[in-house]
């Protein structure tokens, strides 16, 4: 798979088999990570990687009824969906997956947010080019604040939560949506 094929195929992927990633592959995707590009090449980022599935259960048990109580109020077709499916049975913010790795930033970086997202980004490039799925999950962040709950992720001290993505063997890979057109001036 060449780059720009593995860059227009990527699909969050939300459900997997039940089969870990071995070492070695999440190591070649945390490197490609590593390589993203950073504010004064100052690389801010360190990982959490946890596929203790008893952790990850508590972390999204508590997530669910905050996640639940933001959207009481929510209208319209997909964020009533979304209600719909984190209010169901056995529902993990996480679907389930075998790994899941947190991206952490160094709290004294002001371009922390940016400089993971990058590197979130060639992580799930990587992912999938090495037939990984993978998914940014957004919902984890309102555990953030929570000291308890961030103890679960043994974070490396002067560093904090940017966000999670899900890692595991593709069970099924959504259809490639239609993208819009692009909003894009030349200024010339």
Wanted: hydrophobic share 40%.
């Amino acid at each position: 798979m060449d780059t720009l094929d593995a860059l227009m195929t990527r699909r969050s992927v939300r459900k997997f088999q039940d089969k870990q990633i071995p070492d070695e592959i999440l190591d070649k995707i945390i490197t490609v990570g590593r390589y993203a590009p950073s504010a004064l090449g100052l690389q801010p980022w360190g990982f959490v990687v946890v596929q203790n599935q008893d952790v990850l259960n508590r972390i999204s048990e508590y997530c669910i009824p905050i996640m639940i109580k933001g959207m009481e109020h929510a209208k319209g077709g997909m964020s009533e969906a979304f209600l719909s499916m984190i209010k169901s049975e056995g529902y993990s913010i996480y679907y389930h997956a075998p790994t899941v790795i947190m991206i952490c930033g160094s709290i004294s970086n002001r371009f922390k947010e940016i400089d993971c997202a990058l590197c979130a980004e060639n992580m799930m490039i990587a992912a999938h080019a090495l037939g990984i799925g993978s998914c940014w999950i957004g919902s984890t962040d309102v555990a953030f604040d929570n000291q308890e709950i961030m103890a679960e992720f043994e974070i490396s001290e002067g560093y904090g939560p940017v966000g999670t993505i899900i890692f595991g063997y593709p069970a099924d890979v959504p259809e490639t949506p239609e993208k819009k057109a692009p909003l894009v001036k030349w200024i010339r």
